[in-house]
């Protein structure tokens, strides 16, 4: 008998290859796929600030620091002002103490003694139309050098600490106008009648101002007080009639009021 031939559903049998499923379109390839090429690594950029500099500081920090600072610069002049008023002698220490600050912050703020004394008096000077105020209505130029003369000695004396600093220090480093123009200032308001009538030649005037600048002086004073042995009135006294001779000897006395 012929050997059966088997029908297809035999043929085919009830295996099957397994069919793989197909990829989504959406599917990602797996992070330990090799074939996934590596995308680089993206970092965030750190907020900018809005001045547009990375690392500016912001404005109320730098406000804050700048406010800081001028406090710290009118306590330092504050105290120099205060200290010059008592007639001690006055040092970058003594005024940093003061201030409640270091000697070292003193000098970042002033680069020496002098121009710290120089801005702490100069809202405390009078002007010379303040300082001859009792003399205002008179011609004589004898008295009103006279009285020049004692004003700025008498001022001297009350800030001698100050004044004494200020002048170890334009001593040391020289400068025109280092050192307040107070005593200069006195002698041209003092002769300023003579300068405006014109009955004094301006070469006498001149050599007049420059013997007075030498005799009037803060110098003179402490020669006398320091060297000579003087009593400070005495003194003061002394200088005013040196200054007085040696108008009187120069300029003819006024007969009547200024003009």
């Known amino acids: 008998m012929p050997p059966s031939?088997?029908?297809?559903?035999?043929?085919?049998?009830?295996?099957?290859?397994?069919?793989?499923?197909?990829?989504?379109?959406?599917?990602?390839?797996?992070?330990?796929?090799?074939?996934?090429?590596?995308?680089?690594?993206?970092?965030?950029?750190?907020?900018?600030?809005?001045?547009?500099?990375?690392?500016?500081?912001?404005?109320?920090?730098?406000?804050?620091?700048?406010?800081?600072?001028?406090?710290?610069?009118?306590?330092?002049?504050?105290?120099?002002?205060?200290?010059?008023?008592?007639?001690?002698?006055?040092?970058?220490?003594?005024?940093?103490a003061a201030a409640l600050v270091s000697e070292a912050t003193a000098y970042r703020y002033f680069p020496d003694l002098v121009s710290l004394l120089r801005e702490a008096i100069a809202g405390q000077l009078p002007g010379p139309d303040e300082a001859l105020a009792s003399i205002a209505h008179c011609a004589d130029p004898v008295e009103r050098v006279a009285a020049a003369a004692e004003f700025l000695l008498r001022h001297v004396l009350t800030r001698q600490g100050v004044v004494r600093a200020m002048i170890a220090g334009t001593i040391a480093r020289p400068a025109p106008s280092a050192r307040p123009g107070l005593r200069f200032g006195l002698i041209d308001h003092a002769l300023a009648p003579e300068e405006e009538n014109g009955t004094v030649e301006p070469a006498v005037l001149e050599q007049l101002r420059r013997g007075l600048a030498v005799v009037v002086s803060p110098e003179a004073l402490f020669t006398l007080t320091d060297l000579y042995g003087l009593d400070p009135e005495d003194a003061v006294a002394g200088i005013v009639a040196t200054a007085a001779t040696l108008t009187r000897a120069t300029l003819p006395p006024a007969t009547g009021p200024a003009s």
Request: hydrophobic share 30%; charged share 20%; no cysteine.
């Open 5 to 96: 031939t088997p029908s297809p559903s035999a043929r085919q049998g009830s295996w099957a290859p397994p069919v793989r499923p197909a990829a989504s379109p959406s599917a990602e390839p797996s992070p330990s796929d090799p074939s996934r090429p590596s995308a680089p690594s993206v970092r965030s950029a750190p907020p900018v600030p809005p001045s547009g500099w990375p690392d500016a500081p912001a404005p109320t920090a730098m406000t804050g620091r700048a406010n800081q600072k001028l406090r710290t610069r009118r306590a330092i002049v504050q105290a120099a002002a205060d200290l010059s008023r008592t007639g001690r002698d006055v040092s970058m220490s003594d005024i940093a």
